[in-house]
């Protein structure tokens, strides 16, 4: 797969799923604090990991307080994603909602 594929295809609730589990240490924490389902969030993070080529998640096999962890590229990718996801928000886009009632006029 081309590089500017591999890019197109990346998806930015991967990148939520991703900070939320970084943050708060559980796929069922992330999937409260996101509003989704934990096999979601899960899946999310397996798609991401499948993505990326190689490890980015670790999920431990024991029972902890904290069963994800992220590996040294794990690490690095948050950071992206982080800067990423923020600059998105920054852009005050409106939400489906406004568009849905032609609130906004489309660009051309």
Known sequence: MARNDR????????????ISVAET???????????VSQPTISRDLKKLNE??????????ATP????????DEGFELLAIAKEFIA???????????ELERGAVPPRC
């Open 87 to 97: 600059k998105l928000e920054a852009l005050d886009l409106p939400g489906e909602a």
């Open 64 to 71: 902890t307080s904290k069963p994800f962890t992220l590996t």
């Open 25 to 35: 240490g559980t796929a069922s924490d992330a999937s409260r604090e996101l509003d």
């Open 7 to 18: 890019i197109a295809n990346l998806r930015t609730a991967w990148l939520q799923a991703l």
């Open 51 to 60: 993505w990326a080529g190689r490890p980015i998640t670790v999920k431990y």
